[in-house]
Each structure stands twice: as structure tokens, then as C-alpha cells.
């Protein structure tokens, strides 16, 4: 593994340079493959290791390089010593290389990469992840596809890394729209189309009486009295909406069912009903609350009025709003969990939102506010389904298993999958995942079909057909050849390529542990989906003699291995066969 080569370039240059190799090991990284033949499986950046950095006096960069370079010996791990721009590089023993780096991917397994230096005196972590939430009284739209694949893969990458999650669906189940759909119901709703499809039938409802309630103001005045009546625990009021709340979570768990996502717990904004009164009398006792002319109460965060710098946290009748819930809701989670840190995976328009709670949560003497982390996401532009603009998340993951399919019956295959319509959905959505992934979590972006199920290029296809035939290879010569394997039949240039990159693994999931980015994982599955795609073509297994075959054949399961483990933490379920003429 990269974590025992990095300890022993930093053992040597400890002595070298004084200093422990704890503080060196992070200073020394994996070298990029590159088209070239012959580079350095690892780097140092002389500039990180010096005193002094900031000096624009002391030495030239690249004399400090080769004068430590001049310093250091090859041994019996480091075969070749040069420097590059600023860096020291090391070039591994090849053969160790080859045996270290493929015993080790067998050996761990789905803890590849995880059990590096890296991650070492890493303190095991509470973490509340809050993603998804969708609201009851509108249909499970299409926008909140990132929050719940984006969570998903913050939550997996935690888990993965030994922390204990609490994954939160926060439900949007409270507030005036449950006034406008109580009021709703009684006017235009049937019992029938709720029970037949709950979230279809509430939403045209919704939809209805939002239109209805803007030419009557009898109806907006009635769906101001329902939501009172919620507020004040009317029975009637109450059963009518839980109702609601009920046949909407079943519903919800059946697509996230499909996504491949679970949650620890259903939460949502009407459990702190009562205790956001707590949060107003707090905010009240400590001199923070203050009543407009219109009723409303607010807290004034700039301190002097600045009108960008209040915000809103009663409304003139008494009942609470979104920010008060959400303080009180997250009181109640550090009181339950104790949580080391908490995230909310939401799109950017909330992000002033956030940074009021949070400063709200500090003034109100929660010195662990500064624990709590906004993950904001950019706005995914021009999904549309074959049907028009109706960008429901259902309705997308119907199109993208009509699609899969149509794709998989117009090619010729010597193979019939056993459930097309599940291996359909599961490609499908891998092919959504990574167009999603790519790029920055912040960005906005334009979805296209084409793009998502072109099966060459940079897609969820060419990683999930690569995982398969992958398989396939173990599955059809495997047997005979996975005991032993001789490090000599791997030193042709695609191998070391391979192997080299497969050092850079841990690297990848430590850069996405820093700043919870995708994308790292992602850009590096790919180039190692490339890799094998040009080795698959040279390094032949078939007629191949017996021990070349054997250990060819356990540099391709190592492939397939690591590049299931990041697939899974991109929560992407690896697909085992697929159809033969697809490449």
C-alpha cells in the first residue's frame, strides 16, 4: 500500500532533515500516471518541508531540491532518485511495487485505501447528515435528486472512513402549505386518489387550491384558520394531516428503495412545533428577540439594524417559521446525538438561510454551532422527461430505466440478464450519478440524456460495462489461476500504469474527505476505468502461458475490486453482467 512506501521515503528523510516522519508522510504524494513511460510513483514538494516559507530570500527552490536529493540513498524499496520542479521524486522497487500494491487491494479489500497513513489518528466522529427532506404537501421533485445523492454519498464516505452517522431525512411536514392542503382536501381532494397514489393526488391539490386561493380570500383565510388549528393540536386538524404525513413516507421510502438510500431517522419540522416555542423564549430571555410594527418577531444579527441582517422567527399570529424550527430542530439533535459535527446537504439558495441559524445558535450561547456545516449544491438545468417539462423524481427514474432498456434490446448479446428491467435502473442511475459528480457540488449544470448514456467517454455506462467485463474475465479464467502470481509478468508499461494509480487511491478519498467533493472519486475511476479499457486490449489472458495468464488475471481483479469500492461510496451499485457488444 502507498502508506508503507510514503514511511519509508519519510524514514529516510527524517534523517535527512531532522524531523519526525509523522510530520513528513502528508508531504509526500503519489505521482499522477502519466503517457510517459518511466515517471516517479511519488513526490516530495521540497517547499512544504522548509523553514521559512514565506522568504523570498532564502535559496532557489530547485537548488534546495537537488541538494537534498544529493543527501538521500536509493535502498531496498526506493530503486531511483531524481528532482523535478521544486520536488524530489522516488521511483519504487518494481517488483515491490507490483507485490505490495496487489496483495494489499486482495488483503482489504473494501478497506483499500482506507487504512492508509492518512487516515491514521483520524478521532472516530458522532456525524448527522441531514439530506433529501423533501416537502409533504409537494410531490418529490426532481430538485431534490442532488441533496439525496449528494448526502448519500457524504454519508457512505464517513461510514466508510469509521465514523458513526446518523443519516436525517428532515421532512418539509409543517407549516402554512399544510394550512393551504387541510383546506385543500376538504374542498376538492378524494380519499380514493390519496390511498391509490398519495403524492400524485396531493400535489394536484396543492397546485388547485394555491390557484383557488388567490382569486378567494375566503380560502386563504381558512387555510390560515387550518394551520392555527395545527398549531394548537385540534384533533381533527391533526389526524387529517398525519394522515398526509403517513401515506407520503411510505411512498418515499419505496423510491428511495430504488435510489439505493436508507435513512436513520424521519424527522421533519413538525416535531418542534411546541419546542420552537422553547427556542422564542429563549431568544426572548436573553434580550434577542424583537417585535416589528406588523407583529412579527425577529432577532437583529448585525446588532445595528441592517435590514440584510434580520431575521424573521414569529409570525404576527404566533406561529413559528422555517429558521425557528430549525434551531430548535438542531438543540434537540446535539441534546439526542451529541453530535461532533452536523451537515446539511442543500442547494445554494439556502445558504444565507444556514449562516442565520448558525450565528442565531452561537449568540444563543451553543458553542458547538460552529460544529454544524452547510454543504450547498448548484441547480441541475433542463431535465425534462420524454413527456415534457414534468420533472418529478419518479418520473425521472421511470425515463431512465425506459431508456436503459431501449438501449439494451437494440444491441446483440450472447447474454440474457436475468432482471433487464433492475440492471436498467442500476446503470441508469450510475450514468446520472456521475454526470451529476463530475463537476463542482456548487456549479450549476446542463443535463442531457445524450450525455448520460453514451456508453464511451467519461459516463456511469463505461464504468459499470468496465466493472462487468471485468468480472467476467474472473469468471471465466479464475479458477485455476487466482492462488499465486509471479511480480515479473507485470512490468509492461500498461501494468506499472495501473499499479501507479492504484498507490494514488487512498490520496483520492482523503482529498474528498477535506472538502466532501465528489468529484476526486469520480475523475479518478474513470482514468482507472481508461487504464484497464487499454490494458484489456494488450495484456491478453487467453492463450496467454499459465503464470503471465494468473498474474495478469490478479491485476484486473484488483482493478475491478477498487473500482467497485469507489463506486459504492459514489453510491452506485456495481453491476455484475451486462451486454457483451456495448464497448
Known amino acids: 500500500m502507498a502508506c508503507a512506501f510514503r514511511r519509508s521515503i519519510a524514514c529516510q528523510l527524517s534523517r535527512v532533515l ?37 522568504d523570498h530570500s532564502r535559496p532557489d527552490i530547485q537548488v534546495q531540491a537537488m541538494r537534498l536529493a544529493e543527501k538521500l540513498k536509493c535502498d531496498t524499496v526506493v530503486s531511483e532518485i531524481s528532482t523535478g520542479q521544486g520536488t524530489v521524486n522516488f521511483k519504487i522497487n518494481r517488483e515491490l511495487l507490483t507485490k505490495t500494491v496487489l496483495q494489499q487491494v486482495i488483503n482489504d479489500g473494501s478497506k483499500y485505501g482506507l487504512k492508509s497513513e492518512l487516515f491514521s489518528g483520524l478521532p472516530q466522529k458522532k ?8 416537502n409533504v404537501a409537494k410531490k418529490f421533485h426532481v430538485g431534490h435528486l442532488r441533496s439525496t445523492i449528494i448526502g448519500n ?6 461510514e466508510a ?4 452517522v446518523t443519516r436525517i431525512n428532515y421532512l418539509g411536514d409543517w407549516g402554512m402549505q399544510f394550512g393551504l392542503l387541510g383546506t385543500g382536501f376538504q374542498l376538492f381532494g378524494y380519499e380514493e386518489k390519496l390511498q391509490s397514489n398519495p403524492l400524485q393526488h396531493l400535489f394536484e391539490v396543492y397546485v388547485q387550491v394555491n390557484k383557488e386561493a388567490t382569486d378567494d380570500k375566503n380560502i386563504a383565510k381558512s387555510a390560515h384558520e387550518f394551520f392555527q388549528r395545527l398549531e394548537l393540536g385540534d384533533t381533527q386538524a391533526l389526524a387529517l394531516w398525519q394522515k398526509f404525513r403517513d401515506l407520503s413516507i411510505e411512498e418515499y421510502v419505496r423510491i428511495y428503495k430504488r435510489l439505493g438510500v436508507h435513512f436513520n431517522e424521519y424527522s421533519g419540522e413538525s416535531f418542534y412545533r411546541e419546542k420552537s416555542q422553547e427556542v422564542l423564549k429563549l431568544l426572548d430571555s436573553k434580550g434577542l428577540l ?10 437583529d444579527l448585525s446588532g445595528n ?16 417559521l422555517y429558521a425557528t424550527r430549525d434551531l430548535a430542530a438542531a438543540i434537540d439533535r446535539m441534546d439526542k446525538y451529541n453530535f461532533d459535527t452536523m451537515i446539511y446537504v442543500t442547494d445554494k439558495g439556502q445558504k ?20 454544524c456545516r452547510h454543504v450547498p449544491f448548484g441547480v441541475v438545468q433542463g431535465m425534462k422527461t420524454r413527456r415534457g417539462n414534468v420533472t418529478f423524481l419518479e418520473d425521472v427514474l421511470n425515463e431512465i430505466r425506459s431508456r436503459m432498456l431501449q438501449n439494451m434490446a437494440s444491441i446483440k448479446t450472447t447474454r440474457e440478464l436475468e432482471n433487464p428491467q433492475e440492471t436498467a435502473e442500476r446503470v441508469g442511475l450510475a450514468a446520472l450519478i456521475i454526470q451529476d459528480f463530475k463537476g463542482l457540488l456548487l456549479s450549476d449544470y446542463q443535463f442531457s440524456w445524450d450525455r448520460v448514456f ?31 502470481f509471479n511480480t515479473g509478468c507485470l512490468q509492461e508499461p500498461q501494468s506499472v500504469s495501473i499499479l501507479q494509480h492504484l498507490l494514488r487511491f487512498d490520496e483520492v478519498l482523503y482529498r474528498s474527505s477535506q472538502d466532501l467533493q465528489p468529484r476526486h472519486i469520480v475523475s479518478y475511476l474513470l482514468t482507472l476505468s481508461h487504464l484497464a479499457a487499454v490494458a484489456h486490449k494488450t495484456l491478453f489472458i487467453k492463450d496467454s502461458p499459465p503464470e503471465v495468464a494468473g498474474a495478469r488475471l490478479h491485476l484486473f481483479r484488483a482493478v475491478r475490486s477498487v473500482l467497485a469500492n469507489g463506486m459504492k461510496l459514489l453510491g452506485i451499485t456495481p453491476k455484475l453482467f451486462l451486454l457483451v457488444g456495448w464497448m
Not at 28 to 48: M, Y
Not at 127 to 134: D, G, L, M
Not at 359 to 365: C, E
Request: glycine letters at 6%; hydrophobic letters at 35%.
Open 305 to 320: 439594524g441592517d435590514p440584510s441582517s434580520i431575521c424573521t422567527v414569529m409570525r404576527s399570529d404566533g406561529t413559528s
Open 454 to 484: 453514451q456508453s464511451r467517454g467519461d459516463t456511469g455506462v463505461f464504468l459499470q460495462y468496465t466493472h462487468a467485463r471485468l468480472h467476467s474475465l474472473e469468471e471465466t479464467f479464475g479458477c485455476g489461476y487466482l492462488n499465486d
Open 127 to 134: 456525524i448527522v447528515v441531514e439530506f433529501s427532506s423533501p
Open 161 to 164: 472512513l469509521g465514523h458513526q
Open 18 to 54: 531532522d524531523l519526525p516522519p509523522e510530520n513528513l508522510i502528508k508531504s509526500i504524494s503519489a505521482v499522477p500516471i502519466s503517457r510517459k513511460e518511466e515517471v516517479a510513483d511519488f513526490q516530495l514538494s521540497v517547499d512544504s518541508v522548509l523553514e521559512n516559507n514565506n
Open 290 to 299: 424583537q417585535k416589528t410594527v406588523k407583529g412579527t418577531a425577529v432577532v
Open 153 to 158: 454519498f457524504i454519508a457512505n464516505l464517513k
Open 352 to 371: 444565507k438561510h444556514f449562516q442565520q441559524v448558525f450565528q442565531m445558535l452561537q449568540i444563543m450561547g451553543y458553542d458547538w454551532a460552529e460544529r
